[in-house]
């Protein structure tokens, strides 16, 4: 079995950060401060599982207005927040489990193969539950033709970042209303997400899964695809004040958010 992006012979030991901010927009600036190794002194090989509190993510090079329905998510207490790495608009509330690794950055990968490499450790935790799934290209895994998990990347000056969303217990309603712009077809210059129906981990099992459930059947099948330990480490110092650092400076702020700018770039 190919391994983990072609690094995991290289790392010894893999830092396992269970950690989650009360505020999406510290959620989103840890998970650009855990790649930008150039700043907080090196790569530190990282998977981190981390829960948003209800919020639409957009990617990096998406317009607000043709992804969200705006007005709904002020309604309904749902935050705005822009991540860092391409790709679509997605959901997240507590139902959603969120799976990260950081890696040293992989030589002679293409970003399609950098996603099948990485999706294969969330789909033998969905087979573990019994479900079978299929990858579908560019970043997403089906089942039973709904999407149940998709996935987005970004790149540092050593580090690589691969970041998924796992649907667990979500009322699937509510991010077809919170989406609803981005299943709509028309022409623009900005990046569109590619809509689909969803699932969830409940539904197809037809009972309830807890998120620990699924935090542990991820580290489970991530331990056979690294080879390597895995040990809980707290954050580094630098990591922590670069987080801060960027989420005063850029995830709290209406510019980064609803524009795409950074107020201090």
Same mark, same amino acid.
């Given at each position: ?11 010894? /030991? ?7 901010? =009360?505020? *999406?927009?510290?959620?989103? =600036? ?16 990282? *998977? ?6 209800? =919020? ?8 607000? /207005? ?14 705005? *927040? ?6 679509? =608009? ?70 690589? @970042? ?42 197809? @099992?037809? &009972? ?5 459930? *699924? &935090? ?29 650092? @960027? ?19």
């Amino acid at each position: 079995m190919q391994t983990m992006v072609n690094q995991s012979k290289y790392v010894e /030991k893999w830092r396992i950060l269970d950690l989650s901010y =009360a505020s *999406v927009f510290q959620n989103l =600036a840890l998970e650009e401060a855990l790649v930008q190794s150039d700043v907080t002194g090196g790569v530190i090989p990282t *998977v981190r599982l981390w829960v948003n509190p209800p =919020a639409t993510v957009i990617g990096r090079f998406q317009d607000v /207005k043709s992804e969200i329905d705006i007005e709904f998510c002020e309604r309904n207490d749902i935050q705005i *927040v822009r991540r860092f790495t391409g790709g679509g =608009a997605v959901y997240h509330d507590e139902g959603n489990l969120n799976f990260t690794i950081v890696t040293p950055k992989p030589e002679n990968i293409r970003l399609l193969e950098f996603h099948k490499i990485n999706a294969a450790i969330v789909q033998d935790c969905l087979n573990r539950f019994g479900l079978e799934n299929e990858f579908v290209p560019p970043n997403s895994i089906e089942v039973s033709g709904k999407k149940i998990s998709g996935a987005a990347a970004g790149f540092g000056r050593n580090s690589t @970042l691969w970041h998924s969303s796992i649907l667990v217990s979500t009322d699937t309603a509510t991010p077809a209303l919170a989406l609803s712009p981005s299943q709509r077809e028309f022409q623009t210059t900005h990046v569109r997400s590619k809509w689909r129906p969803v699932t969830t981990l409940e539904a197809e @099992l037809g &009972k309830r899964v807890s998120l620990n459930d *699924v &935090k542990t059947c991820l580290l489970q099948s991530f331990r056979e695809f690294a080879d390597s330990k895995l040990e809980p480490l707290p954050l580094l110092s630098a990591e922590e004040q670069l987080m801060r650092t @960027l989420f005063a400076s850029k995830y709290s702020s209406y510019e980064w958010n609803y524009l795409g700018m950074w107020p201090n770039s």
